[in-house]
């Protein structure tokens, strides 16, 4: 089911009634095309005094082809502003925010870019230096809710020693591929991280596995790893066979028909591999009552398809060896995991799990040179929410700073980004695709 309103609201006549009324106004969003540039205008770099980002963000921007200027013009269109703000070591000198963002507010194109850079606040030198830095992600959350036409806002933090490791976090936050995302923090490690050799498969040579991947966001996810130069492996239940081998034969991969909560199935598993670069645990189920509604096995089930199956397998693989070095480990988690939901107390618990597994694993597996992170959707278009109650359907849409629900094409962008080699620091993350929705942190 397709959002009527949202093409009312872009049609002619919509556009004037939701202007004259006062309603929800869902802009069309940009979304990555092969081929599209980077971004869909010229980039303002900012910087406060004392920066470490500015120079190199600008040349590698310089050297992905896009236009950039230092000196702002408001009679010009940008298509991103992108602030350094390393070099504010107190309260005081977050007055440079002020002093960058008020003049040119309003120059942004639709689907614009906003993207701060930072320094982790862990990292800082000074306790003053800490205060200024978390500071940043009041700003960047609250300009993605006030700039509107699909702009989105990010902070990045970058630690001391990864300036050299954040191209990829920058050309997924600055292009359509991040469409859906806004108001989020992000972590870039120090280190340093290869460059693929074609941006735009970035991928090639990996070999990848979707779990959950006959229909929905999990297809998506084979599709866009395949896009991107991955040789994808699909698995799903044997009862979703014949969608899995549709899949399998769109991305010219394998499908492996397998149920997760087997005792047996890491062992059965394990042998289809030889190595893996890519595992993203995308497998899920809901069974939805209240706690007090709620019998046993409906608990159970939830939190053994969407948590304790992702436990037995990556033990199992990194046991033996079948993640490759440099191998990326990327969970599914959900909004109702952070916020929790009404008549989801199992869901949003194997959800939350997944977020303690992320956070958990990240420095134990670092030392292996396998990065672990989370995607966390909200309301997205499948045909799972397009069977909710038409109320409980449009708030989900609403309810956020676009004003729309996501595609699964959103979610499997950001899955791609943590998979590309240029992602080798970013870790531990969990990064919501939801629009900036109004629940949750």
Known sequence: MGDRYANFANSGVGRGVVKRLGLPDPPRLRRHRPGDPLTNGPVLLGAADGGRLAGPVGKLLEAAGVETTDTADEQVKYGALVFDATGITDSGGLRALYDYFHPVARSLMSSGRVVVLGTPPSAAGTPREATAQRALEGLTRSIGKEFGRGITSQLVYVAPGGEAAVESTLRFLLSGRSAYVSGQVIHVGAGNAPSPADWDRPLAGKTALVTGAAR??????????????ADVIVLDVPGAGDALAGVANDVRGRAVQLDLTAPDAPERLAGHLIGLDILVHNAGITRDKTIARMDESRWDSVL??????????????????????GGRLIGVASIAGIAGNRGQTNYA???AGVIGLVQSMAPVLAGRGITINAVAPGFIETAMTAKMPL?????????????????PVDVAETISWYASPGSATVTGNVVRVCGQSLLGA
């Open 216 to 229: 929905g966001i999990g297809a998506a996810i084979a599709r866009v790893l395949a896009r991107d130069g």
């Open 304 to 325: 053994d398809v969407n948590l304790s199956s992702q436990e037995r397998i990556n033990d199992l693989l990194l046991e033996r060896d079948l993640i490759n070095q």
């Open 349 to 351: 618990t194997s959800k």
């Open 391 to 407: 109320f409980l359907r449009e708030a989900g849409r609403r309810m956020n700073s676009m004003s729309q629900g996501g595609l």
